[in-house]
């Protein structure tokens, strides 16, 4: 962790950088759609694994994805996505653009 922090200034930075520092807003209509892992969670979970951590399988990462907010997997009629993906949409227009650029 302290080589990812001292590398990128902080693991933030690190892990929004596989997603453009944009959250990904997924638009399932089904439960059976949303993966249990993708392509992106695969390429960060060998990321991680080549720089020493462990028990960060593909699985795991796109979990922490999920949890994190670096993906909105909300169903399409849950009353929450309409919500997360405003509210993702604000932080680029309110500031977190601006957040983000600090970052880089």
């Known amino acids: ?6 590398e990128f200034g902080s693991f933030e930075k690190y892990i ?3 997603v453009n520092h944009k959250p990904i807003v997924s638009q ?3 439960p059976r759609q949303v993966p249990v892992k993708t392509p992106k969670a695969e390429v960060i979970s ?3 694994v080549r720089r ?4 960060v399988g593909p699985t795991v990462v796109y979990t922490f994805m999920q949890v994190a907010g670096l ?3 909300h169903l399409i009629s849950c009353f929450r996505f ?3 993906t405003a509210t993702a949409e604000a ?3 309110d500031g977190e653009k601006d957040r983000r650029e600090n970052l880089q």
């Open 1 to 6: 962790m302290m080589q990812v922090i001292e």
């Open 16 to 18: 929004w950088s596989f």
């Open 28 to 30: 399932f209509r089904y």
């Open 46 to 48: 060998k990321d991680l």
């Open 52 to 55: 020493g951590f462990r028990s």
């Open 71 to 73: 993906t909105n997997d």
């Open 82 to 84: 309409q919500e997360c």
């Open 91 to 93: 932080g680029e227009r």
